[in-house]
């Protein structure tokens, strides 16, 4: 069957679109389909081929079939570097290994633009002064050397990536301002094609474009590679959430507020890996920044996207950050022809409806270790350990020792920020300051927000408080928070001080922000500043006062909490202006140009000890299957609990000197302060191997006295660290598997957490539940996620021996298999379970040993096929 829904643009010279409207006549009406629904449907009717595109494919879609797998061809990759550099190091890896098996490398060689941006190299070792922001870049670049020559040799061996350096921005914030197209166009033929603009990312807060009504997710970094090589990324045809929203926030209300609040509900509804559409009278009442801020928190309930239909708003923000005149007009053309402007008065076909009246929003707050741990400033001193009376000078549990305006998630929020410059102002006229054991910052996601600051004359007010720039980046809220001063950690340690961070970021995992921070909250760029001042979280900010003027007045949060007036009056005078100037800055500086580099084809890999090593994961060792068959008399490496995050399983925080990793540069003769990041050393496979789940904050139940990277071997119990017991099981014969709760792989888009899932030689994770981006990423990677609801690690021991069988059936999508545990008394018990194989192809790349096995076996194919006859 053949399908030619190809017309002309109106209004648009030269220029066709793949017309919904014209493919009606295979998909039937789409009018009442979700705007993300058709905006997937626009991507499979361009593609339509009649083999990897089928009608069967588009007719699912529109009918909601969920037992169905369809492709998706991203328009755009977008990557940040501490993902971003791994996934170029496989695409060259890839190349190499091309050429040894006698494949032309030009079949794995990347199709799709992309975009690498280096915002998570940033790390805070001055903060509070007027040179942080230069000190932080010259440290950056002396301290990412090796891995900077790298990223320049790479953009001039693939022509299709552009690399943002640092000290710009933050990647989602800059796609958001810049990069993003909404509707692109691209010659085709004589005339040219206007298609959706479509990106996936190897960090899971790409869904901040939804906001801007582009289709985007995050995805690991293997799949990334694929997609970028031309591969289609296959997901199940997802579930469509509608959240109907009416009203608008009350005065002092943030967009943050309406985030936090949101992830509480979705989470706690349960979204994972569908999508949620926002839609209803209220979305009006949203500028696109507030609707980027809800976007980006999609993760930390679990969905797929948190997507924004296109209205006129999101026109006006294509004007407002300077896109050019003729591809607005395009524009808006396209998604009138497509009849995906958004009509509050029309309601799509929802599998269910949530609603969320915006007037019902408060000021909120969310902690101590989850994003969707909401409550009212009110309750923050019940979420604290209560300390002593506070001695001279000295520190008591509760203290808040880091206070963070940080990440794209806020600092893209011009009202956010304006807040928090307008209290800042108003503090200072009181004369308050912050608190002398908090550590103050400001790492702007880019350099639009700074201009912003600067030029409504509240930067002056900050810098007084301490919140001086700090840096273009990730900073505090991916952990990057810098030492704190020497005699505040001493206090912190010596008195094992249960302290708090706040920060405007997204995720406040434990062990995430610092390590010797216990508690940490997410909180609105202005309450960030207000409780710098106060200095403690054992208090209730609207009947205690803050702090006490230079009159000995006490000063109430409401004293200097701004005015809505007052902020839409500071936003209404800059933003324009501010938000012009992202548009139209240079994406790249004078001292990333000069970074001398190799100009060979071929790059020469460090040595053993090196930043950039050659990765494992083409070698013939990593590119085989890991199942020959059912699996009997497996050990638990590790028996865990809900909620384990990427971030425990590998950490990107620094490397310290009593870690398994840190004992091995020093063998190597690395001196501790060259240890560097695990997120810097992510291309050293031998690093991240004994980083792998190493966080400090990890609880193993086979070492309930140990926090870390250990765990008991058995049968004799001996407790190693976790790398060394992988390779006593691995020299016995003994297969592998970790145990686990809820929600398995939250959190980052952290395809190491796969990989070195699979370095350390681990068969299988079963699980009672899986996040969306970790189980696909174990898929990648040739490790099976396994799902066992009624599996409960609080009932075992850790001395069982588990059997898997059925795995005959992995042909076939999600096939039944059957746990079986057996105890040191020989019991047996037996557990229904499902693999999670969600689509075909997942089962092509088990069976293959992964995507790098699968992609390399399809080159070879692909050049059999093309191969001239001889």
Same mark, same amino acid.
């Given at each position: 069957?053949?399908?030619? +829904?190809?017309?002309p643009?109106?209004?648009?010279?030269?220029?066709?679109?793949?017309?919904?409207?014209?493919?009606?006549e295979? $998909?039937?009406?789409?009018?009442?389909?979700?705007?993300s629904?058709?905006?997937?449907?626009?991507?499979?009717?361009?593609?339509?081929?009649?083999?990897?595109?089928?009608?069967?494919?588009?007719?699912a879609?529109v009918? %909601?079939?969920?037992?169905?797998?369809?492709?998706?061809?991203?328009?755009?990759?977008?990557?940040?570097?501490?993902s971003?550099?791994?996934?170029?190091?496989?695409?060259?890896? !890839?190349?190499? #290994?091309?050429?040894?098996?006698g494949?032309?490398? $030009?079949?794995?060689?990347?199709?799709?633009?992309?975009?690498?941006?280096?915002?998570?190299?940033?790390?805070?070792d001055?903060?509070?002064?007027?040179?942080?922001?230069?000190?932080? !870049?010259?440290?950056? *670049?002396?301290?990412?050397?090796?891995? *900077?020559?790298?990223?320049?040799?790479?953009?001039t061996?693939?022509?299709?990536?552009?690399?943002?350096?640092?000290?710009?921005?933050?990647?989602?914030?800059?796609?958001?301002?810049v990069?993003?197209?909404?509707?692109?166009?691209?010659?085709?033929?004589?005339? #040219?094609?206007?298609?959706l603009?479509?990106?996936?990312?190897?960090?899971?807060?790409?869904?901040?474009?939804?906001?801007?009504?582009?289709?985007?997710?995050?995805?690991?970094g @293997?799949?990334?590679?694929?997609?970028?090589l031309?591969?289609?990324?296959?997901?199940?045809?997802?579930?469509?959430?509608?959240?109907?929203?009416t009203?608008?926030?009350?005065?002092?209300?943030?967009?943050?507020?309406?985030?936090?609040?949101?992830?509480?509900?979705?989470?706690?509804h349960?979204?994972?890996?569908?999508?949620?559409?926002?839609?209803?009278? %209220?979305?009006?009442?949203?500028?696109?920044?507030?609707?980027?801020?809800?976007?980006?928190?999609?993760?930390?309930?679990?969905?797929?996207?948190? *997507?924004?239909?296109?209205?006129?708003?999101?026109?006006?923000?294509?004007?407002?950050?300077?896109r050019?005149a003729?591809t607005?007009?395009?524009?808006?053309?396209?998604?009138?022809?497509?009849?995906?402007?958004?009509?509050?008065?029309?309601?799509?076909?929802?599998?269910?409806?949530?609603?969320?009246?915006?007037s019902?929003?408060?000021?909120?707050?969310?902690?101590?270790?989850?994003?969707?741990?909401?409550f009212?400033?009110?309750?923050?001193?019940?979420?604290?350990?209560?300390?002593?009376?506070?001695?001279?000078g000295?520190?008591?549990?509760g203290d808040?020792?880091i206070?963070?305006?940080?990440?794209?998630?806020?600092t893209?929020?011009?009202r956010?920020?304006?807040?928090?410059? !307008?209290?800042?102002?108003?503090?200072?006229?009181?004369?308050?300051?912050?608190?002398?054991?908090t550590?103050?910052?400001?790492?702007?996601?880019?350099?639009a927000?700074?201009?912003?600051?600067?030029?409504?004359?509240?930067?002056?007010?900050?810098?007084?408080?301490?919140?001086?720039?700090?840096?273009?980046?990730?900073?505090?809220c991916?952990?990057n928070?810098?030492?704190l001063?020497?005699?505040?950690?001493?206090?912190?340690?010596?008195?094992?001080?249960s302290?708090?961070?706040?920060?405007s970021?997204?995720?406040?995992?434990?062990?995430?922000?610092?390590?010797?921070?216990?508690?940490?909250?997410l909180?609105s760029?202005?309450?960030?500043?207000?409780? +710098?001042?106060?200095?403690?979280?054992? =208090?209730?900010?609207?009947?205690?006062?803050? +702090?006490?003027?230079?009159?000995?007045?006490?000063?109430?949060?409401?004293? @200097?909490?701004p005015?809505?007036?007052?902020?839409?009056?500071?936003?209404g005078?800059?933003?324009?202006?501010?938000?012009?100037?992202?548009?139209?800055?240079?994406?790249?500086?004078?001292?990333?140009?000069? =970074?001398?580099?190799?100009?060979?084809?071929?790059?020469?890999?460090?040595?053993?000890?090196?930043? =950039?090593?050659?990765?494992?994961?083409?070698?013939?060792?990593?590119?085989?299957?890991?199942?020959?068959?059912?699996?009997?008399?497996?050990?638990?490496?590790?028996?865990?609990?809900?909620?384990?995050?990427?971030?425990?399983?590998?950490?990107?925080?620094?490397?310290?000197?009593?870690?398994?990793?840190?004992?091995?540069?020093?063998?190597?003769?690395?001196?501790?302060?060259?240890?560097?990041?695990y997120?810097?050393?992510?291309l050293?496979?031998?690093?991240?191997?004994?980083?792998?789940?190493?966080?400090?904050?990890?609880?193993?139940?086979?070492?309930?006295?140990r926090?870390?990277?250990?765990?008991?071997?058995?049968?004799?119990?001996?407790?190693?660290?976790?790398?060394?017991?992988?390779?006593?099981?691995a020299d016995?014969?003994?297969?592998?598997?970790?145990?686990?709760?809820?929600?398995?792989?939250?959190?980052?888009?952290?395809?190491?957490?796969?990989?070195?899932?699979?370095?350390?030689?681990?068969?299988?994770?079963?699980?009672?539940?899986?996040?969306?981006?970790?189980?696909?990423?174990?898929?990648?990677?040739?490790?099976?996620?396994?799902?066992?609801?009624?599996?409960?690690p609080?009932?075992?021991?850790?001395?069982?021996?588990?059997? =898997?069988?059925?795995?005959?059936?992995?042909?076939?999508?999600?096939?039944?298999?059957?746990?079986?545990?057996?105890?040191?008394?020989?019991?047996?018990?037996r557990?229904?379970?499902?693999?999670? @194989?969600?689509?075909?192809v997942?089962?092509?790349?088990?069976r293959?040993?992964?995507?790098?096995?699968?992609l390399?076996?399809?080159?070879?194919?692909?050049q059999?096929?093309?191969?001239?006859?001889?």
């Amino acid at each position: 069957m053949t399908l030619d +829904a190809r017309r002309p643009l109106p209004g648009i010279v030269d220029t066709d679109f793949v017309s919904l409207q014209a493919a009606e006549e295979i $998909t039937g009406p789409v009018q009442h389909l979700p705007y993300s629904t058709r905006a997937l449907l626009e991507n499979l009717v361009r593609h339509f081929d009649g083999h990897t595109v089928t009608i069967e494919h588009i007719r699912a879609l529109v009918a %909601g079939d969920r037992s169905t797998a369809i492709p998706f061809f991203p328009e755009r990759i977008l990557l940040q570097d501490a993902s971003g550099i791994p996934v170029l190091a496989d695409m060259v890896t !890839l190349r190499e #290994r091309a050429l040894e098996l006698g494949i032309n490398p $030009t079949e794995v060689a990347p199709r799709k633009r992309m975009d690498l941006v280096v915002d998570h190299a940033l790390e805070l070792d001055t903060a509070g002064t007027a040179d942080a922001a230069a000190t932080n !870049l010259t440290r950056e *670049y002396e301290r990412h050397s090796d891995r *900077y020559r790298f990223l320049r040799w790479a953009q001039t061996r693939f022509p299709s990536l552009r690399v943002v350096p640092p000290g710009i921005g933050i990647c989602h914030q800059l796609n958001l301002e810049v990069l993003a197209d909404v509707v692109s166009v691209a010659q085709d033929g004589d005339r #040219r094609l206007a298609r959706l603009d479509s990106v996936v990312g190897t960090d899971s807060h790409t869904t901040m474009i939804n906001g801007l009504a582009v289709t985007g997710w995050g995805v690991g970094g @293997i799949e990334a590679t694929a997609a970028a090589l031309g591969q289609p990324i296959l997901i199940t045809v997802p579930a469509v959430v509608g959240v109907r929203l009416t009203g608008a926030v009350e005065p002092g209300v943030l967009a943050t507020d309406v985030a936090l609040t949101l992830a509480s509900l979705l989470r706690s509804h349960g979204v994972v890996g569908r999508i949620v559409e926002f839609h209803g009278p %209220g979305l009006t009442r949203l500028s696109v920044p507030d609707r980027a801020t809800i976007a980006n928190m999609a993760p930390e309930y679990g969905a797929t996207m948190a *997507y924004f239909p296109a209205d006129a708003r999101t026109i006006d923000y294509l004007v407002t950050t300077d896109r050019p005149a003729a591809t607005v007009t395009t524009v808006r053309a396209y998604l009138d022809a497509q009849g995906l402007m958004h009509n509050p008065d029309e309601s799509a076909s929802y599998g269910e409806v949530l609603a969320l009246d915006l007037s019902t929003v408060q000021v909120t707050m969310a902690g101590p270790s989850r994003p969707h741990q909401t409550f009212s400033p009110p309750s923050l001193a019940q979420t604290v350990r209560r300390g002593p009376t506070r001695t001279a000078g000295g520190l008591r549990d509760g203290d808040v020792v880091i206070a963070a305006i940080t990440s794209c998630t806020n600092t893209s929020n011009p009202r956010a920020m304006a807040a928090a410059g !307008l209290l800042a102002r108003n503090a200072v006229d009181r004369g308050l300051r912050t608190a002398t054991w908090t550590k103050t910052s400001l790492t702007p996601g880019s350099r639009a927000t700074a201009e912003l600051l600067t030029s409504s004359g509240l930067q002056y007010a900050l810098d007084e408080l301490g919140f001086q720039v700090a840096g273009f980046g990730c900073g505090t809220c991916m952990g990057n928070s810098g030492p704190l001063d020497t005699h505040i950690s001493a206090q912190i340690q010596r008195g094992n001080l249960s302290v708090a961070a706040i920060l405007s970021g997204n995720r406040n995992f434990p062990g995430r922000i610092h390590p010797d921070v216990t508690h940490s909250y997410l909180a609105s760029p202005p309450l960030v500043v207000a409780m +710098a001042i106060a200095g403690r979280t054992d =208090i209730d900010t609207t009947q205690e006062p803050l +702090a006490v003027d230079t009159s000995g007045t006490e000063v109430y949060l409401n004293d @200097i909490w701004p005015s809505d007036d007052d902020i839409d009056a500071v936003v209404g005078a800059a933003e324009r202006r501010s938000l012009r100037s992202s548009g139209s800055l240079p994406l790249t500086t004078t001292a990333w140009d000069e =970074i001398a580099h190799s100009e060979g084809a071929h790059y020469d890999w460090d040595g053993r000890a090196g930043i =950039i090593r050659r990765p494992p994961f083409a070698d013939a060792a990593l590119t085989r299957p890991i199942f020959d068959g059912d699996l009997y008399g497996a050990r638990p490496l590790l028996l865990l609990g809900d909620g384990v995050t990427t971030d425990h399983i590998s950490p990107v925080a620094r490397i310290t000197a009593d870690s398994a990793a840190g004992r091995w540069l020093d063998e190597q003769g690395v001196p501790p302060d060259a240890f560097g990041s695990y997120s810097s050393r992510r291309l050293n496979h031998d690093v991240m191997l004994r980083g792998g789940f190493a966080n400090p904050k990890l609880q193993n139940m086979l070492t309930p006295d140990r926090l870390g990277g250990w765990t008991a071997v058995q049968p004799d119990g001996t407790v190693l660290p976790i790398h060394e017991a992988a390779a006593v099981y691995a020299d016995r014969g003994t297969p592998t598997i970790v145990v686990a709760g809820d929600l398995y792989g939250a959190g980052s888009a952290r395809d190491w957490a796969a990989k070195v899932t699979r370095l350390l030689g681990i068969k299988a994770v079963v699980a009672r539940s899986f996040e969306r981006i970790h189980r696909t990423n174990l898929v990648a990677m040739g490790v099976l996620p396994v799902e066992c609801p009624d599996l409960s690690p609080d009932d075992l021991d850790g001395t069982e021996t588990f059997d =898997i069988t059925g795995l005959a059936a992995m042909p076939l999508t999600r096939p039944p298999l059957r746990v079986t545990v057996h105890d040191a008394t020989t019991e047996m018990h037996r557990f229904d379970a499902r693999a999670r @194989i969600d689509t075909a192809v997942e089962a092509t790349w088990i069976r293959s040993g992964g995507l790098m096995a699968h992609l390399l076996t399809s080159a070879g194919v692909a050049q059999t096929h093309t191969a001239p006859e001889g």
